[in-house]
């Protein structure tokens, strides 16, 4: 049987909730859901544990330490990837304030700044348009591309065309 299979990802998540105070277990917890949720049952798995509000919750609690800003991305990142309804649950669970908070408080890091950029090209759909405008993710994604071109030009550049083909007040 696979971690998963095995209630790994349960003990995982529980760890995150048990230690939220511990930023090397959320980090560590992070690292472990993002490779874990690579797999699609695992993603379903992880979701299911209720793993998207853990690692906002790690990402929020941690907010000055940029690995754990960086594994959350990854996790959201790999969990939001071909399934519009983990999408709009990220959305809904607040993982958007976490990413926009990394963004601001680590905008010189490389790494937060790519995988934030990466989340945030996967969310970006339909009804989490309005959602992603309040939040004020175009000027964020600007930013980032500008400093990073390399890492996050092509995720700004599909972020800021959907955003400005859909007015804000869509879905509202």
Not at 3 to 25: C, F, K, L, Y
Not at 47 to 70: K, W
Request: charged share 20%; proline share 3%.
């Amino acid at each position: 049987a696979t971690i998963g299979e095995s209630g790994g990802i349960d003990v995982i998540v529980r760890a995150m909730w048990v230690h939220n105070t511990n930023p090397g277990v959320q980090e560590w917890g992070c690292r472990a859901l993002w490779t874990l949720s690579v797999n699609p049952n695992n993603k379903a798995l992880t979701v299911e544990v209720g793993g998207i509000s853990a690692v906002v919750n790690a990402m929020s609690g941690h907010v000055d330490v940029a690995t754990v800003q960086e594994k959350g991305c990854g996790v959201l990142s790999n969990l939001a990837a071909n399934s519009d309804e983990i999408k709009v649950k990220i959305v809904e669970e607040e993982a958007l304030d976490a990413i926009i908070m990394a963004m601001v408080l680590h905008g010189d890091n490389t790494l937060v700044q790519q995988r934030a950029c990466s989340v945030l090209k996967k969310l970006a759909f339909g009804p989490n348009i309005q959602p992603m405008h309040a939040a004020n993710v175009a000027s964020l994604v600007t930013i980032a591309a500008e400093k990073f071109p390399d890492k996050c030009r092509r995720e700004a550049e599909y972020v800021l065309n959907l955003l400005d083909k859909i007015p804000s007040e869509y879905g509202s």
